[in-house]
């Protein structure tokens, strides 16, 4: 899934959707997604974490409907 999102086949929003019914999706930390989206680094995807209100060891599982909105909106350029 990871390297869908690096090669852009797949797209956040996609993932996040399986994430609802994967449970193996849905157990993918949020920061090591974030971290291979194109033009998101280490140092940016944990910024932007902190942004939003994400902790660290949070699961995509875990997200609340306004962090995953957030996420959205700050990926989407």
């Known amino acids: 899934m990871k390297e869908k999102l690096k090669l852009g086949s797949l797209t956040l929003s996609e993932l996040l959707q399986k994430a609802e ?4 999706v849905g ?5 090591s ?3 291979s989206l194109p033009g998101l680094g280490k140092v940016k995807a ?15 599982q875990g997200l609340g409907a306004k962090q ?7 990926t989407a350029r």
């Open 21 to 24: 019914g994967d449970e193996t």
């Open 27 to 31: 157990k993918m930390k949020v920061l």
């Open 33 to 35: 997604v974030l971290e």
């Open 46 to 60: 944990r910024r932007l974490m902190d942004t939003v209100g994400i902790s660290e060891s949070r699961r995509l």
């Open 68 to 74: 995953r909105a957030d996420l959205l909106k700050a």
